[in-house]
């Protein structure tokens, strides 16, 4: 994140505290059964974080079976764990590719796509911790979709920071496929603004904070955030604030938040045409 994208956050985020005894009170009690008439959530799934460390950099291969094989031809996806130190980080390793040269030029992107994280959170591999989960959301002849979930935890920080990121991979060009290939950045950030928009995996206690919250974010910035969503990453390498992924005709896309509501939230939207 930029710094003047990290100023405009911080500025919201610390009108919503100022603003918000209110908000405070949501977050400190017990939940409460919401009116979310027009707010929907969805159940998900994830994985327990594990805790793995090692002297050196290495990786442990794992067999993963794909949430979604779509027109699968044979090419499959197995998952692979990079740590070093504290650090973990699963990534997807694809097979059944006959053209040798495409094939590793293909997972050596997807590795490096997953690891740039590191760099991107300054982390350090000694003294930091980090735990990066990955779920291979569907694999096919075509391309493959990958969905990251983890946690930060830096030296001397009184509480970890969630993360989210994605990767949809063009395995015949190798190349990122992001938001701007199945959706458009205004119209989600009106989407995000208005009061259809569902929220995929949030609980009915953040409900109220996080739609006032998202209040206070004019509509600019956010198509400007959602603009630059997804790999790859731009010029001056800038990690994106935002992540999407398309799985069966429903795009997911996360927006960040401030740390007391979660650090990101993910929205899901269903274009008119599907």
């Given at each position: ?5 990290k100023?405009?956050?911080?500025v ?16 400190s009690r017990s939940?409460?059964t ?18 793995m460390?090692?002297a050196?950099p290495s990786?442990?291969a ?5 949430s ?7 090419v499959?996806?197995?998952l ?6 504290s650090v973990?980080?699963q990534y ?10 495409l ?6 992107h997807l590795k490096?796509?997953?690891?740039s ?6 982390v350090n ?11 291979v959301v569907?694999?096919d002849?075509?391309?493959?979709t ?6 930060l ?7 970890p920071?969630?993360l989210?990121?994605t990767n949809?991979?063009?395995?015949f060009?190798?190349a ?6 199945y ?6 950030a009106?989407?995000?603004k208005s009061e259809d928009?569902?929220f995929y995996?949030l609980?009915?206690d953040?409900l ?6 998202i209040?206070?974010?004019d ?6 955030i959602f ?10 390498g ?8 398309e799985?069966?005709?429903t795009?997911y896309l996360?927006m ?5 509501l979660?650090?990101?939230i993910i ?8």
């Amino acid at each position: 994140m930029d710094t003047s994208r990290k100023i405009i956050i911080g500025v919201i985020a610390a009108a919503v505290v100022a603003g918000g005894a209110a908000i405070g009170l949501i977050l400190s009690r017990s939940p409460e059964t919401a009116d979310i008439s027009t707010i929907h959530t969805e159940a998900a799934t994830e994985a327990e974080p594990e805790t793995m460390a090692s002297a050196e950099p290495s990786t442990q291969a794992e067999e993963v079976q794909p949430s979604d094989a779509g027109t699968s031809t044979g090419v499959t996806a197995s998952l692979e764990t990079y740590t070093s130190g504290s650090v973990s980080i699963q990534y997807p390793v694809v097979a059944n590719i006959e053209d040798a040269e495409l094939l590793g030029k293909i997972n050596e992107h997807l590795k490096a796509n997953a690891l740039s994280v590191i760099e991107a959170n300054e982390v350090n591999e000694e003294t930091d911790t980090l735990t990066v989960k990955c779920q291979v959301v569907s694999v096919d002849s075509r391309r493959l979709t990958a969905v990251y979930t983890g946690s930060l935890t830096a030296e001397g920080a009184a509480h970890p920071t969630e993360l989210f990121y994605t990767n949809t991979l063009d395995l015949f060009q190798i190349a990122d496929i992001g938001l701007s290939e199945y959706g458009d950045a205004l119209t989600m950030a009106a989407y995000v603004k208005s009061e259809d928009v569902s929220f995929y995996v949030l609980t009915s206690d953040r409900l109220p904070a996080v739609k006032e919250y998202i209040a206070t974010v004019d509509e600019d910035t956010l198509t400007s955030i959602f603009e630059s969503a997804d790999f790859p990453l731009g010029e001056d390498g800038a990690w994106p604030e935002s992540f999407s992924y398309e799985r069966q005709g429903t795009i997911y896309l996360s927006m960040p938040v401030p740390h007391a509501l979660g650090d990101y939230i993910i929205v899901s939207f269903v274009p008119e045409t599907k």
